[in-house]
């Protein structure tokens, strides 16, 4: 047990994340400032006074925390690259040589500020700096101790959120591949030339975009299987099925989930331009505006035909995994407007997750 402890802390750590936290962030400073005049205010309200509250008392230890505290977070943040190529026991102690090392710094300034240069008293006093030292020790431990906990319970999420995508890709894929089976199944009989065609078209875009879904692939990716995907449709309703595309205000390398597109084009087709003796045509429109991402998708409906259950549930599970991927914002929106079905995805991928990778 405590030759694996070892063997760990020599090690550099492992991993894209890292055990201290970016304090370069702006959020990260916040939080520290706050945590950090949190307990000073204990500091003060626990230590026993006069008549009333030492408002100079807090004054004078609250400026005293802060500095270190914002030196320590700059200092840690210059340092963090170097730490994580180091021995993770090379990082930790870097950590509280850092934390400690300022306080005692500050310690002795702030005796020669305050009591060396007014009153004449001797500039170290050992006792303090002990007692100083040990509570930056201890508050030390107690935020690194804060800070694993908190990376193991992202890792939990994370763990989390990739069984939640797995479970509704799972859904996703079987049925978008009945479906086109079905349709090539159509074809065999009356167009077996076009059933080839679509036996190849539905293998290349298997080959291309079976990938793991706790990524995210792109517009382009998507594109190009939607395209296969309206071919083999093609192949079966022929001239009833018209698609056109206005999407040159979305780059093809905007993050995108495979999958998403075109459960929503197979709903189009199934209730909207299957029923119709005359077919029906279907729209798609997509723009990006900094990182806010928008696809749309309208499509001709037949009168009195309404969207079956299964259509909502492609609906529901496209918006799941939306929101898993890119945050509770992100939306699904579904309407009809007269002779029309609309079906509209808003996201966006500021601070959505990190690309797959094509290997």
């Known amino acids: 047990m405590k030759n694996g402890l070892w063997t760990l802390l020599k090690r550099p750590y492992a991993g894209d994340d890292f055990f201290l936290p970016d304090l370069c962030s702006s959020i990260a400073v916040f939080t520290m400032v706050i945590l950090a005049e949190l307990v000073v205010l204990l500091w003060v309200l626990a230590e026993p006074g006069g008549s009333g509250f030492d408002w100079m008392r807090l004054a004078m230890a609250s400026l005293f925390v802060q500095w270190v505290v914002l030196l320590s977070a700059a200092l840690l943040c210059r340092l963090r690259p170097w730490m994580q190529r180091q021995a993770l026991w090379l990082s930790i102690a870097a950590c509280y040589a850092v934390v400690v090392g300022l306080t005692l710094l500050f ?108 990524g995210v692939a792109t517009w382009g990716e998507e594109r190009r299987l939607c395209e296969g995907y309206l071919r083999i449709e093609q192949y079966r309703l022929d001239e009833r099925l018209q698609a056109s595309w206005q999407v040159s205000g979305l780059p093809d390398a905007t993050p995108m989930p495979l999958l998403t597109l075109q459960p929503i084009l197979e709903n189009a087709i199934f209730y909207g331009v299957q ?34 259950e299964g259509a909502h549930m492609a609906l529901d599970n496209i918006r799941a995994r939306l929101q898993a991927l890119f945050g509770q914002e992100a939306r699904l929106d579904a309407w009809q407007e007269d002779s029309r079905y609309f079906c509209r995805v808003v996201y966006s991928c500021k601070q959505g997750p990190s690309m797959r990778s094509n290997h």
């Open 107 to 214: 310690t002795v300034l702030a005796n020669w500020v305050l009591l060396q240069g007014m009153l004449g008293t001797p500039l170290t006093d050992f006792a303090q700096l002990l007692r100083h030292g040990l509570i930056a020790l201890i508050m030390t431990s107690l935020l690194l101790r804060y800070f694993y906990l908190q990376l193991q319970w992202q890792h939990q999420q994370q763990a989390e959120l990739r069984a939640r995508l797995q479970a509704l890709q799972s859904r996703i894929r079987p049925h978008f591949l009945f479906n086109s089976l079905n349709s090539i199944v159509s074809l065999i009989g009356t167009a077996p030339d076009k059933a080839e065609n679509a036996v190849l078209d539905l293998a290349d875009l298997f080959r291309a975009n079976l990938t793991e879904v706790e």
């Open 275 to 308: 029923p119709n003796p005359q077919g029906g045509d279907i729209l798609i429109r997509g723009r990006r505006e900094n990182d806010r991402v928008e696809l749309e998708v309208s499509n001709s409906v037949c009168a009195q035909e309404p969207a079956g």
